[in-house]
Structure formats: structure tokens, C-alpha cells
């Protein structure tokens, strides 16, 4: 089943702004914007955490915005940020908030009262693919190792994921055990504040198998800590060869999740324009390059009215499945 794939579009795009050749005046070190600051809706270590302090890296270090700050904010499943967004929206002009696919389901299943249309829509980023990971000294190797286990003793196979209940690591985690033929409101599932909180568990062995983002196992798998045992990928992806996709193993689904920036609504036009600006053109630089394959991310680029109908088409998917499995 396949909860959503990034048109061929969106890839191509992301691609040759990946590819293009850089803006002069970024050599220069000409300056869109003098500072951001970064407001994250979750812990340490989570993809969202990656993701802004990822981009902030690429902008500063290319010279397209002199200094970035961040700012982790936990609680509501990502809401308590989107409300304090909201309600200091005068203050926040120089802000942008990461968020990315649980914006859609947790507005859906009424986790917080706002959504998408109640922020000022900047670009979409990145997209990173699901992973399902054990640790290294599992008995688990593979999804079908996985699936035995589960079949074995379903209560004792939890799944965690750094999401709420009906979030998008459980809905991942749902998607793969359907796919798979099993029950997909069956399966054992374990929340945590933020992926690095979920990580913590999986290494401690207080859950069987980890539903997470690749770009927070990759670091982790390359250093011995981990196993990725299946990848929602259609491809296996360079940044971890060695992991097996879904599809490889039987599995067939695919996944991808975004990840984008939003800012306080009523946000001057001149102002998003800015931050749009910015954005597009980190594309274009090494320093861009150098975070994403680190990361084993996919470009996807969309902006203002683009980013506003992908975001209108995923919560007709989403909550379409989030409908078959029960969750809604």
C-alpha cells in the first residue's frame, strides 16, 4: 500500500536545483536575510530537530543568512509550537517552524484545533523515508524475522515511534504490518516524545523494533548501534546501501515523509518572500549538497501556493487511510 508517493515532479525539480549551478551572488556571501531563528515542535535527535538545524547549517555556512538559532519546544504532539506560533504571531515574524506529514494527521484525528491553513505557508524542504530498526544485538535481522517474532508473541513485539498514537511513525508502522498481511490494529505500539527519546528505548530494550525516520537511524547503523531492517524506499538509498527496501523483502509499500518550514500567520508578503528566497536558493549550494546526502534525503521543493495543494492532496490520502485502518 502506498500512504503517499512524491510525484516524479517534485523529485525531478528537487534534483536539478540539487544539481544547478551556484548563484554568484551566494559566492559573494551576499546575505538574504540577516538571522533565523528556528522553533522545533520536539526533542533532541527527532527528524524535525535534524531537519531545522540541517537547514540552518546549509544556509549559514553558504552565506545566505548570517546566523540561525533554534528552539526546541515539546508538548501536544507538536501543537503546543503551532500554538505558541499562533498566539504571538506579532512576535514571531523572524521565525520559521519546522513540521512535516503529522501536521496533516494530528490536525486530523483533533490531537491540536489548527492547521496548516492557520500558518503562513514558507516551502516545503526535504523528504525522508520510514525505517523500521532493531538493536545491534537483536535476534532480529530482517522484516521477516520481525514478522515471525510478532507472530510468535504479538504483545511481546512492540513497536515504538517518537509520535503520538495515530501518528505517523504508528501509521508507518501500521501501513508495513498490513502490507505484510497482518492486522494492522494489532500490533503493540509504544509512543515517545521525539525520535532520540524512541531511540533510547529501542537501545535499552524496552521495545522489540523502532518505526522512525531513515535519516535518524543512518548515523546510528554506520556506527554499529543499530540494524535498519527494512527501508520504505522504492530504491535502496545511498546513504545506507546495505539496508533492504519494503518491497525487496515482499513488503510492497512505500513512504515518504516530507518535511517543510511554516511561519506566524499574517507574516508580511515581503518578509515570506524572503525566507522563500532563501530557501531556493540553498539548493544550489555544496553546503546544501553536503548536509542532504549526509542525511540520505530527498529534495522536494515547493513554495507558497505549490506547497499549500501538496499539502491539500496529502490530507485526502492521509485521511482516506487513516479511515481503512481506524484511525479516524
Known sequence: MNIFKMSRRAVMVGAIAALGIANPAIADGHKVLDSIHFLIPGGAGGGWDGTARGTGEALTKAGIVGTASFENMSGGGGGKAIG????????????????????????????????????????????????MVVGKDSPINSMSDLIAAY??????????????????????????????????????YIPYDAGGKAMAALLSGEIAALSTGFSEAVDLAKAGEVKIIGVTSDERVSAAPDAMTMKEQGIATSFVNWRGFFAAPGLPADKLAMYQDAIAKMYATPEWEEVRARNGWVNIHNSGDDFKAFLEGQEKVIGDLMKKLGFL
Open 84 to 131: 505558541f506560533l499562533i498566539e504571538n504571531a506579532d512576535s514571531n515574524h523572524g521565525t520559521l517552524m519546522v513540521n512535516s506529514t503529522p501536521i496533516v494527521i494530528r490536525s486530523l484525528t483533533g490531537v491540536f484545533p489548527h492547521n496548516f491553513r492557520d500558518l503562513s505557508l514558507v516551502s516545503g524542504t526535504i523528504g525522508d523515508y520510514a525505517a
Open 151 to 188: 507472530d510468535a508473541n504479538p504483545s511481546a513485539t512492540a513497536i515504538g515511534g517518537g509520535s503520538v498514537p495515530g501518528g505517523m511513525d504508528h501509521l508507518v508502522a501500521a501501513m508495513v504490518m498490513e502490507a505484510a498481511g497482518k492486522d494492522a490494529l494489532g500490533v503493540k
